[in-house]
């Protein structure tokens, strides 16, 4: 009983993170819990139920551990165990189902041993299809590339009986099989890399202790509330807070893990491992020490362990055993790095100039990329919103005459900044409510209307928003806010994300991780939720992330339903004279630009492939064919033989481009390209000139067609 007391008492006082603001406790709360220095805990059953209510204190529609949220916990615990339907049989889903009945009564009780049972039989699941693996890819075994399998598990049911589930296994099997053919492996060498993959499964499932499942379960029970709701172990929330500072302590190497290997895949520049000069990419950790202790070997250990080895504090040394492949053999060698503070500049935002030719006239477009709403609430943090004002104060200092910024890979992040970052845009005004339960603790709905205060327009010219079927959330709100005002084009795929939800995280006393609960929804100044809808582009083009529906928050369990409320626009966001005036995108203007952007488009290569490879995902179906993956591989070394370049080379050579050759390739994308034109085409429809480009002048292979004729 004293421990969920503690517990409970920990947490009113604990810090809150809300949408990337970080709120303190008083002085005096503060001091307190600085003086007591709680000891660190280690998650266990007493400590589940307490944390449960936590989330239901705070998330914006569920208060009560109802039956309809146990169910829903229930299926999603399932569904983290074996969520590619494997190994749990129908008959085993309805067992853990009827086992777990009541849950949330067994856990106020501090019972988990329901939790447990259905790790059991996973577990005892995952041992037999391994035994059957290993018999079906014996010397009996006959490669079939005609095989035809489903592999989304959302578009197949489970296995009703094991004869059921082995004909899956074998057609899985296949294609497994085939994948690592495709790879240059040979069908021996890909049989027993299969088996190896298994048995690692196993282990990892043999080596979970209770607090892995305890932290399954949170997780399962916060996500059956919405799918942004969670829960975050330790690692979790060391990653979280790395991702919103922009910066860790470590050695400055993004890893993988593949085939028991711990894999390096980027230098960070600036990083230890990059100044060192000794590592590179897909070179293979295989052991680590630290400082002057042994080495501990790291194959087969779980990514997150290698990870926890490796990383740690400024100035302290770390020692890794590498193997290096080379053409014709294998090199092994020792290095000795001193981690240190690695800033995560490829995340940060960032502006380059590019050139266009407008009317005969050379024009400036300043492309401000910003890949996340990143915000670090410690004293002199680091923000995206006061990274980006500085940003249009260099791009302004450099005259631009229009600028885009990308959205196009932002998921989201800081709320506050996203308030910020639409604000710097037209003078001060309403930006987003955010929908909130009263403080009754009951179900009644208030508003809380977030703004920007400041008068000042930090750029007032014409304004592009880049974005994707993947621009999420914070780019939701200052995408669908410009819009809104009528301040800038949205150009991008057909629509975003469309998650229009505030979650909040709230630290738990140490050793228990964090909690991240939906609070609330948002609204853009118009009324309009982004949630299921999105941000619809202004003008639309070819997206790779348009060719599935699977991609968007109306296809994630348990996803809000989308409301409307009345529009809040501040007519005192607008400035039509004087400093700081900016002209408004209007109707005529979208329509002319949708056309010129649609010529260019249907001259261009690289939208064709795009539209082409669409084209192949839609007709294809559900099943995929074993065939494709041996198809690719054909044409790969038909183009080799060719002398043409492997369109898939690109994705391997990723991970050996220095940061300015990333930066390149990423400047010469088709949709940023075309983006800029886009912008190009703005700044003469705001100059008066209605913009009209002929086929024929596109068709001449004009890089830079005039944006008006």
Sequence with gaps: MSSVFSLSSYLSTAMILIAGTLLLPSTSSNAQLLSSKPRKLTLSCIHVYPIQRKYLDRHVNYSTMSDKLEDQSVEQFIKRLDGSKIYLLEKDAKKIEKSMNNIFAQLKKKDCSAIQKAHDLYKDRVKERIAYAKRYLGKDFKFNKKTKVILDPDKRKRAKSLKEADAFHNKYMQYQVATYIAADETETEAKKKIIKNYERALKRIE????????????DSFSRSMDPHSSYLSNDALEDFEIQMRLSLDGIGATLSSKDGFTTIEQLIPGGAAFKSGQLKPKDKIMAVAQGKDDFVNVVEMPLRDVVRK????????????????????TKKFEVTLVRDKIKLEDDAASLKVFNRKVNGQKKKIGLVTLPSFYADNRRNGRSASRDIRKLLRKANKEKVDAVVLDLSNNGGGSLRDAVDIAGLFFARGNVVKQSQREVDGLDSVGYEVLRDNDRTVDYDGPLVVLTSRISASASEIVSGTLQDYKRAVIVGGDHTFGKGSVQSVEYLPPGLGAIKTTVGMFFTAGGNSTQHRGVDADVLIPSAYSASEDIGEKTL??????????????KEAYKFSGKDAFKLVEKGMIQRLQQASKVRVSASEDFKEIEDDIKKIKERGDEVEVAELLDKKDDKEKNKKDGKVDPDKDK???RVLTRKERKEKYFKRADVQEAINIAADLIAEMNGVKVTISQKNVQKGMKEAPAAN
Excluded at 207 to 218: A, C, F, G, P, T
């Design 652 to 654: 391997d050579e990723d």
């Design 207 to 218: 080596e979970s202790d209770e607090e892995d499942l305890y932290v399954s379960w949170l």
């Design 310 to 329: 490796i990383r740690g504090p400024k100035g302290t040394n770390v020692r890794l055993k590498i193997l290096r492949k080379l053409e014709d053999k």
């Design 557 to 570: 369990d348990y996803s809000l339903p989308p409301k409307k409320i009345a529009s809040f626009v501040s």
